[in-house]
Nanobody
Framework: QLQLVESGGGLVQAGGSLRLSCVAS????????IGWFRQAPGKEREGVSC????????YYTDSVKGRFTVSRDDAKNTVYLQMNSLKPEDTSVYYC????????????????????WGQGTQVTVSS
């Protein structure tokens, strides 16, 4: 069964850091582009960061540039999102997603294109 499981969310003060993990099972992550998305109550889902297979091409939404870093360890079938300098407006449920074929990594993030989605992990940043 194809599955993505996120972990690493929690409660942190503004300015703090968290590292989210997304572990894949049932398929080989290395051949997929992976994206991190977030959705706060009453808001649309937003593409935060996406990374191509191979890890050389990434995309970040403007609000997280310079603060978040996406990386992948294909040997562990895992993708990470390092989040630094967290702000209260980063509070959301964070989801990872995987897509096999995408013409441009930006499209995955901007249009939320994915074949598989995880269940999400809550990130809460207090002021």
């Amino acid at each position: 069964q194809l599955q993505l499981v996120e972990s690493g969310g929690g409660l942190v003060q503004a300015g703090g850091s968290l590292r989210l993990s997304c572990v894949a099972s049932g398929f080989t992550l290395s051949s997929y582009a992976i994206g991190w998305f977030r959705q706060a109550p009453g808001k649309e889902r937003e593409g935060v960061s996406c990374i191509r297979g191979g890890g050389l091409i990434t995309y970040y939404t403007d609000s997280v540039k310079g603060r978040f870093t996406v990386s992948r360890d294909d040997a562990k079938n895992t993708v990470y999102l390092q989040m630094n300098s967290l702000k209260p407006e980063d509070t959301s449920v964070y989801y990872c997603a995987a897509v096999k074929t995408i013409p441009a990594i930006r499209i995955m993030c901007v249009s939320a294109v994915a074949d598989h989605w995880g269940q999400g992990t809550q990130v809460t940043v207090s002021s």
